[in-house]
């Protein structure tokens, strides 16, 4: 292995991360659980001129998180990003599971195994409970609207995770 590649490997946080928050004075547990690497991506619509729209895949497998504009260039529309995880195990009484995406370019909808958790409009973050909505196996989509600017980043450009916390 080269020493880059070490470094770049030593440097990227774990896909599995226990911390402790202070919440209303009280200490409480938080494990997350990183969505990285590969994701589904199909296009819903799409503006822009020709030749952005018939140089672009329609769909495929994008490894995650990455900005809007690295995997699609200027070209604007909407965009549905899929993946499947399995139900956390030895979850407690007292957990809850969300859903939280820590950095999200656009505007769309979250769903877990084809119900609408959430829609949001220009954040940076969203997240939502998923306790009681888990099942063995799960499929998220992520459905954003984007029309790329210069200089701001857009789609699900740092990693979505799944953040048990006490509750």
Not at 20 to 41: K, M, N, Q, T, Y
Not at 126 to 135: M, P
Request: proline share 5%.
């Amino acid at each position: 292995m080269k020493s880059s590649e070490h470094a770049k490997i030593a440097n990227e946080p774990p896909l599995v991360q226990t911390s402790i928050r202070i919440r209303f004075g009280a200490v409480v547990s938080v494990h997350r659980i990183r969505l990285i690497g590969p994701w589904e991506f199909a296009w819903l619509s799409s503006t822009g001129d020709d030749a952005e729209l018939n140089s672009a895949a329609e769909s495929g497998t994008i490894k995650m998180p990455c900005d809007w504009q690295s995997v699609f260039g200027s070209r604007g529309g909407t965009v549905a990003f899929s993946r499947r995880f399995h139900r956390p195990t030895n979850l407690e009484p007292h957990e809850q599971v969300l859903i939280v995406l820590t950095g999200v370019g656009g505007s769309g909808i979250i769903r877990l195994n084809g119900d609408t958790l959430l829609e949001f409009s220009s954040v940076d973050s969203a997240e939502v409970d998923v306790t009681n909505k888990l099942e063995a196996f799960n499929l998220l989509e992520v459905e954003i609207e984007h029309q790329p600017i210069e200089g701001e980043l857009g789609g699900l450009h740092s990693p979505v995770v799944l953040e048990i916390r006490q509750s």
